[in-house]
């Protein structure tokens, strides 16, 4: 398994020298520009897997929008019953995830403008 926040640049070119390996699956990353060249290069399929995957490859996008829905509207009801907050925690600012489209930020979102639980001082909530 890879952590691409470790690998340099060089580090993925070279990915492919050594490994016994017959294909390349991407979980939620999208590796460099060289890095994907070298992979075709040596005729190794790759398939991106995620909530938004790179679709210039083979790729499978991974629906989480009706358990992200379920399980926000449980937290809400729960929420509610102690004074109304619910944290979202994400790798992006809340303007960065409204923008790519992230499924996680918009079942928060629509979850918490239906129990009207999005407050004035909530960075989000649009004063």
Known sequence: ???????TEEDWE????GWPTDGVILCEISP???????????RKPVVAVGI???????????DVWPALLQA??????????RGGRVAF?????????A????????????VM???NLLRRSDPDAGS
Request: proline share 9%; glycine share 2%.
């Open 1 to 7: 398994m890879i952590q691409p926040a470790y690998w």
């Open 14 to 17: 070279t990915a492919d020298t």
């Open 32 to 42: 460099p520009d060289k890095a994907m060249a070298t992979f075709k290069e040596c």
């Open 52 to 62: 938004n995957p790179p679709t210039d490859v083979d790729h499978v996008r991974v």
């Open 72 to 81: 926000m509207r449980h937290l809400a009801a729960h929420g509610v019953q």
């Open 89 to 97: 925690l994400s790798p992006w600012e809340a303007d960065i995830a």
């Open 99 to 110: 923008n790519v489209t992230d499924p996680r930020y918009l079942a928060y979102r629509e």
């Open 113 to 115: 403008e239906e129990a």
